[in-house]
Structures are given as C-alpha cells and as structure tokens.
C-alpha cells in the first residue's frame, strides 16, 4: 500500500510561484512514474507533468515552460515548482504514482489564482 500526500498549495497573485510537494510512503517509489494532474472547477482532471524513473520529464503545453517537475528519490517526493502563475491555473493539484501493475492518487492541494 502506498499513501500520497500533496503539500504547498494555496493562494497567490497572478505573476507568482508556488512550490508543490507529493511524499510517498512504501518502497517502489524509485522505480515508479511520477505524475501532476489537476482539476478546476467544473472541468475535468487534466495531465500536467510526468517525470519517470530515468528522470526524464514531459510537460503540458499550458505550462511548458513555467512549470518544472523534479524528484527526490532519497527523500521520496516528487515536486512541481510553478512559476509565472495564471488564474487559468487556479484547480485542485493531484500527484499520481504509476508502477508496474500499481497505480495510486493523493488527495489533491487547492492552488488559487488571483488576478
């Protein structure tokens, strides 16, 4: 069993950064695909970022570019440092793992956008 757990949402100005972090539980983190997701409002979840296990990453093009995912394996947290935010940002951030015949969600942090 692995248990997610998002941290570092909240409120900011348009312009600004915010810093998420997702810790996993369990041993398989190493070797699993790291992904952001996040849902607004009204609208379905949507992919944001992956990282895998090589470390290699792949973006959305919404934020290509202000949004870089990075992971920790020692510590076993991936995160996503968001730079240059928009209220069209403004959703609940859901951090999934992805590992041979397992997949697990956290509980998603609120990031809020002000104009």
């Known amino acids: 069993q692995v248990q997610l757990v998002e941290s570092g949402g909240g409120l900011v100005q348009a312009g600004g950064s915010l810093r998420l972090s997702c810790a996993a539980s369990?041993?398989?983190?190493?070797?699993?695909?790291m992904s952001w997701y996040r849902q607004a409002p009204g609208k379905q979840r949507e992919w944001v970022a992956t990282?895998?296990?090589?470390?290699?990453?792949n973006y959305a093009d919404s934020v290509a570019g202000r949004f870089t995912i990075s992971r920790d394996n020692a510590k076993n947290t991936v995160i996503l440092q968001m730079n240059n935010l928009k209220p069209e940002d403004t959703a609940v951030y859901y951090c999934k793992l992805l590992a041979p015949g397992v997949l697990y969600w956290g509980q998603g942090t609120q990031v809020t956008v002000s104009s």
């Open positions: 369990g041993t398989i983190f190493s070797l699993s695909a």
């Open positions: 990282i895998t296990s090589r470390s290699d990453t």
